[in-house]
């Protein structure tokens, strides 16, 4: 079994020797939407829990926090958002439970230059479900600014309209500890693709469209997005560099040889706010980065 899956989808990354964490108030954290003076941290609380809330200060021992109650908490996963911050600084944050901080999970962050300046960005993607690799203790030691995740981020494949799928495979992920040790050294843009949206090929179509759109938003730190119907397409700035990200995926339409239609691979909608944030960025950005 495991020679078929070796041969179909590559050989399997040499393994992280790094332990797990032992069990704290909360099973994973990470944060992204990182700006010069914003960002957000999204966390999973372990148990149940009244009140939420993270501390935040530019030393790693968090002397003297500043402390933010949780913005979104509706489902399994809190959310902080991170207003206020100062450019090109760093940020130690933990996450409160009912009054307990949990310092096994803490993380840190590096909000974005306002002007030129030189950074490293890790671009990455295709993990196995419950990937432990080492490559992710590489792309942690490069110290890079911000990770960007360009899709199947695990090869969930999901094939339901069912959220609680997208859930699991995405408490899975975010826990092994090679990919937590990463997200909670550098913040993350998170772009999917066919499996970690739906499954193998799939497009606007996709049966689970709809849960797949609410886990995202769920689970995922982001730098806006449209309705909660829209593609996930989002762009950001990093000193004098534009990033726009596009979703190939939950607004692509293709012909399938039909000569009288007109396929599409990112929607109408998507297109069109592609094209304007490349218009934008031309005039405004020293290089355009498009990520797709």
Not at 14 to 31: F, G, H, K, M, Q
Not at 242 to 259: E, H, K, M
Request: one cysteine or more; a negative charge.
């Amino acid at each position: 079994g495991m020679w078929l899956y070796d041969y179909g989808y590559g050989p399997k990354h040499p393994e992280s020797t790094r332990a797990p964490l032992p069990d704290s108030e909360i099973d994973w954290v990470w944060s992204g939407g990182v700006t010069t003076d914003h960002a957000e941290v999204r966390a999973k609380p372990s148990a149940g829990w009244t009140r939420a809330r993270l501390a935040v200060a530019t030393d790693a021992d968090l002397t003297e926090p500043r402390w933010i109650d949780a913005a979104d908490g509706a489902g399994p996963v809190v959310g902080f958002e991170l207003t206020g911050l100062a450019p090109d600084t760093e940020y130690h944050y933990a996450v409160e439970i009912d009054g307990r901080l949990d310092r096994v999970r803490e993380g840190k962050l590096r909000t974005f230059p306002a002007g030129p300046a030189s950074f490293t960005v890790a671009v990455g993607g295709c993990a196995r479900v419950g990937s432990n690799g080492q490559v992710f203790e590489a792309i942690r030691e490069a110290n890079p600014l911000l990770y960007l995740i360009l899709g199947d981020l695990h090869y969930g494949d999901n094939g339901r309209n069912d959220i609680t799928r997208y859930r699991q495979v995405m408490d899975l992920t975010l826990s092994r500890p090679a990919q937590a040790a990463l997200y909670q050294s550098a913040p993350v843009a998170y772009m999917w693709d066919d499996h970690d949206y739906g499954g193998n090929d799939v497009d606007s179509s996709y049966i689970g469209r709809r849960a797949a759109m609410a886990a995202y938003r769920e689970y995922s730190p982001d730098y806006g997005l449209a309705g909660d119907e829209s593609a996930i397409y989002q762009a950001f700035t990093i000193g004098r560099v534009r990033f726009i990200v596009t979703d190939g995926r939950s607004a692509r339409d293709l012909d399938n040889g039909d000569p009288a239609r007109h396929g599409t691979m990112l929607g109408a909608e998507q297109q069109a706010w592609l094209q304007q944030e490349l218009l934008a960025a031309r005039d405004s950005a020293a290089l355009i980065v498009w990520a797709n």
